[in-house]
Nanobody, 121 residues
Framework: VQLVESGGGLVQAGGSLRLSCAASGFSVDDYVMAWFRQAPGKEREGVSCVNKYDGAPYCARSVRGRFITSTDGAKNMVYLQMDNLKPEDTATYYC???????????????WGQGTQVTVSS
């Protein structure tokens, strides 16, 4: 099992970024795939929303309506589209894999190495 994130970087507030996660060793269609983030001194937070109304446990209210996650089973990829970025979105972003029913960070047993996102004001 391998998860490799890419697409992070430095962006100004109000800008957008699209993170990608290349999965190998399994099919993303067979598992719960999500994105979490962690900023220094803060707990891990799920930021994986399916749509702007998503109330999933790993879709933080602070990103609802701005972040959307999607998967491409044919390419075995997971994406995180982030719009209207804010300085408080600065964190390391992780692609994660969990089994059906996974809700909190501890339920996701496989994590990528992470990609840094920095939003300047």
């Amino acid at each position: 099992v391998q998860l490799v994130e890419s697409g992070g970087g430095l962006v100004q507030a109000g800008g957008s970024l699209r993170l990608s996660c290349a999965a190998s060793g399994f099919s993303v269609d067979d598992y719960v795939m999500a994105w979490f983030r962690q900023a220094p001194g803060k707990e891990r937070e799920g930021v994986s929303c399916v749509n702007k109304y998503d109330g999933a446990p790993y879709c933080a209210r602070s990103v609802r309506g701005r972040f959307i996650t999607s998967t491409d089973g044919a390419k075995n990829m997971v994406y995180l589209q982030m719009d209207n970025l804010k300085p408080e979105d600065t964190a390391t972003y992780y692609c994660v894999r969990g089994v059906l029913g996974a809700t909190v960070a501890e339920d996701f047993e496989h994590w990528g190495q992470g990609t840094q996102v920095t939003v300047s004001s």
